[in-house]
Structures are given as structure tokens and as C-alpha cells.
């Protein structure tokens, strides 16, 4: 029996068996990446954060933001983003292509 749940940083499909339990995380394309990464923060209006913003120069961002974004990208995409490679990239683009190539 395959579900699907619906969450507000992604989409989890899980194949149910006795065990182990397999997880598959879906493939995000840019806009809903962009979306998830808009998510994290708290004050900023969604519609600020676009795949060209330079996220480091936003008001709200701060290394609690950078957390939630590495915690977004592992829970939503099952990969693993250093704060050194979050801290390189320069835009939200950047950080997608990044965790895509991985």
C-alpha cells in the first residue's frame, strides 16, 4: 500500500511494509524549492523570496533561518547541506542547484 502525505515543507511518499520501512522524498522542481525555502522565515512576505534573491542580504536572515533551511532541505529532499556550502551559495538558486547535484 503506497500514501501520500502532504506537509508544509514537502511531500513524503512511504511504501508500507513490515520492515524496513522505505521512504521515498520527491523531487522538487525550482518554484516549490523556492516556496519551501520562502517558508523558513517567519517576517519576510513569501512573495520577497524568488530564485534570484541574494537571501543573505534579507533583513530576517540569521544562522537560526540557515538551520531551518538545512533542516528543510533534509526533511523535504533527503539531502545533506553543510553550513559552509549554505554560507558559499549566494542566491536561493544557488542552493537548489547545489542540493540537486547532490
Known sequence: MQRTWWF???????THHAEPQHIYLRTMNLEEFVQG???QFDDTDPE???AGTQFHELEEWSSLIGMA???FVK???GKKLEGGELKACVTVEDVYNLVKGK
Open 8 to 14: 508544509s515543507r514537502g511531500n513524503v511518499t512511504t
Open 37 to 39: 525555502f520562502a517558508e
Open 48 to 50: 520577497e523570496i524568488q
Open 69 to 71: 533551511v538545512i533542516a
Open 75 to 77: 526533511t523535504s529532499m
